[in-house]
């Protein structure tokens, strides 16, 4: 019988399934009672200490401490994993459905996720798991589709709704711009620990024997940068302007290298806080008797610039620290402890590892593949796959789009850009790319850019249906707009 055999709902949804294992031909570890999926906004891979990241300010203190010791100490780390693009929205998507931007089909606002696309959340909940989303971020709001398949879909921004009730209503009674009016401080706000708070709250009410989902997203170390003093550690001595707010118009840190090295250091103590509130959620777990049998998964959606190819934050380009996010996966006997796996891997490949582990139906149309097997130590090595990226700005009239490999990348900039490769072991900063025009390319380019052209057209073929062309609520795209996602000018490299 298929692994993959539908869940009954439920409390009896994990027993029938292992029955249905047994059944077959030799025996199969019982999926997870539990799935945590972690989403940390804006952290770069290499700003973790578990990845070997050391401040060049403070070297002597762990950026995230508590993730090192309870996952990448515990599970596994994917050493090189890449998101779809170089923001929020899409990204989140990508990570909730499998699929890449094009083929889930949001890629700019006010793009929202066609009803034919399914959720990681619907799936599960339709097996009888029981489902919560965390949110603390805009580009998470309930208008886009995220709240599909979630029992609680709880607003836990800096100035949450009194009644989140009101996100259950139809768009047309629902009044959005009173409700994202709520939303105009969640960049100046601390949301990680009203994210556990209401993570806990919800938790307390599902029974031992009851499978779970919940899905937490962690803010904070979104700019702008202003952790809790206790946090601010990794440069004490600096004496300047930089205070890690108002991060839109913070060109000088570009500029000057002791006030860059100040806003990295204030981006470092974001996650250091994080950290912390990461290690409040999987205590409260292990107190419960659940985290040993809940499979943990943390990511992030996205990276952040810090001046590599003169920018600062994100949606702004495809390079790898905007791209380049943390994959770690945790459960005792399943995943070995202090596993590393070297191969690519993507956001889109989290759905399908979920349903692998929890033995559900993948959905049709998910693009990602399990990593279930190399995790676990199953297989050694995954198949060569590129890894789609993409990225549209439609306030300048830009798209990008590229592909992702192990050890180079192709990315078609847009119109009046010049199509370029990049050479990752040789030139891992990507300083040095080698363009269209160019007399002496390697073959190597001709070769990325057919595979990409093909695999651009079969994914164009197969777009989804385009989800509602409504405007953006006012308040929601005012919120938006405060946080940088409506338009900016950026610095784009040729």
Same mark, same amino acid.
Request: glycine content about 8%; proline content about 8%.
């Given at each position: ?12 949804? !994990? ?20 799935? !945590? ?222 006030? !860059? ?23 409260? !777990? ?87 097997p190399i995790a676990t130590g199953a297989v050694d090595d995954l198949e060569p796959r590129p890894a789609p990226i993409e990225l549209t700005t439609r306030y300048n009239g830009r798209v990008q789009r590229g592909l992702r490999w192990q050890d180079d990348k192709f990315v078609d900039r847009g119109e009046g850009f010049r199509r370029v490769h990049l050479d990752l072991i040789k030139d891992p900063g990507e300083y040095y790319p080698v363009h269209e025009n160019d007399a002496d390319r390697p073959p190597i380019f001709g070769q990325r850019l057919a595979e990409a052209e093909d695999l651009w057209q079969r994914m164009d073929a197969n777009r989804p249906r385009r989800g509602d062309s409504e405007a953006l609520p006012t308040g929601l795209s005012d919120d938006l707009a405060a946080h940088g ?10």
């Amino acid at each position: 019988m298929d692994r993959r055999t539908r869940l009954a709902p439920r409390a009896g949804a !994990l027993a029938l399934f292992a029955a249905v294992l047994a059944s077959g031909c030799g025996s199969a570890p019982e999926p997870p009672r539990g799935v !945590l999926l972690i989403s940390i906004d804006s952290l770069r891979a290499d700003h973790l200490s578990s990845y070997g990241y050391k401040s060049s300010t403070r070297p002597d203190v762990a950026t995230s401490p508590a993730i090192d010791r309870l996952m990448a100490a515990q599970g596994v780390r994917f050493e090189e994993v890449v998101s779809t693009t170089s923001w929020t929205l899409p990204s989140h998507l990508a990570m909730l459905t499998g699929r890449p931007n094009e083929l889930h089909g949001v890629q700019e606002l006010p793009d929202r996720l066609p009803a034919e696309v399914p959720l990681l959340a619907e799936g599960l909940q339709a097996a009888g798991y029981r489902t919560a989303g965390f949110w603390s971020g805009p580009n998470l709001h309930p208008w886009f589709g995220f709240d599909r398949g979630f029992e609680l879909y709880q607003d836990c921004s800096a100035r949450p709704v009194e009644d989140p009730g009101v996100f259950a209503l139809s768009d047309e009674e629902a009044d959005h711009e009173s409700v994202m009016s709520a939303h105009d401080d969640s960049h100046q706000g601390i949301t990680g620990p009203r994210v556990i708070d209401a993570f806990q709250d919800w938790f307390s009410g599902v029974d031992e024997d009851e499978p779970f989902f919940a899905f937490v997203h962690l803010w904070d170390v979104h700019y702008d940068y202003t952790p809790p003093k206790e946090y601010d550690v990794f440069d004490p001595t600096y004496r300047g302007p930089i205070d890690g707010t108002d991060f839109q118009n913070l060109r000088i840190a570009a500029s000057q290298k002791k006030d !860059l090295a100040r806003l990295i250091s204030l981006y470092d103590g974001e996650i250091l806080f994080t950290d912390k509130q990461v290690e409040r959620l999987l205590t409260g !777990l292990e107190v419960a008797g659940r985290l040993d049998d809940t499979l943990v998964i943390l990511t992030s959606d996205h990276g952040e610039a810090f001046a590599e190819h003169r920018m600062l934050g994100h949606k702004h380009s495809l390079m790898d620290e905007e791209l380049r996010v943390p994959l770690l996966m945790r459960l005792p006997g399943r995943i070995p402890a202090g596993r590393v796996v070297d191969d690519l891997a993507s956001l889109v490949d989290i759905v399908p590892t979920i349903h692998d582990f929890t033995g559900t139906p993948v959905p049709p149309g998910t693009w990602g593949r399990s990593l279930a097997p190399i995790a676990t130590g199953a297989v050694d090595d995954l198949e060569p796959r590129p890894a789609p990226i993409e990225l549209t700005t439609r306030y300048n009239g830009r798209v990008q789009r590229g592909l992702r490999w192990q050890d180079d990348k192709f990315v078609d900039r847009g119109e009046g850009f010049r199509r370029v490769h990049l050479d990752l072991i040789k030139d891992p900063g990507e300083y040095y790319p080698v363009h269209e025009n160019d007399a002496d390319r390697p073959p190597i380019f001709g070769q990325r850019l057919a595979e990409a052209e093909d695999l651009w057209q079969r994914m164009d073929a197969n777009r989804p249906r385009r989800g509602d062309s409504e405007a953006l609520p006012t308040g929601l795209s005012d919120d938006l707009a405060a946080h940088g996602y409506m338009g900016d000018e950026e610095k784009a490299e040729d």
